[in-house]
C-alpha cells in the first residue's frame, strides 16, 4: 500500500472555507475511486494555513489511475491556485 501526504500553504489572502469546499468534494470523488483506502484533508493545529491531504492506495496502478480523473485534473489545480507554492507530495509505502 502507499500513502501519500499533500502539504499546501495557502495565500494569506485565500479563503480558508472555498479551499475546504473545493478539498471536500476532491474526497468525495476520491474515496469512491478504485483502490483507495483512506483520503482526508488537515489543518494545521499551529498555522491554519497550511493543510494536507492525506490518501492510502492500494498500488502505484491505481494512483496512476486517480492522478489521471477527471476530477483530479479539475480540482486540484484549482486548489493550487490559492495556495502559496502548490502542493509539495511526500510517497510512502508501507513496510518498506
Known sequence: MIRLNAFFTLKET????????LAKELIDYSRKDEGNVAYDIFRSGTNPKVMMFCETWQNQAVLDKHSNSPHFTRL???IEAYTESGLKCEQFEFGK
Open 14 to 21: 485565500a479563503d480558508a472555507d472555498k479551499v475546504l469546499a
Open 76 to 78: 486540484v489545480p484549482a
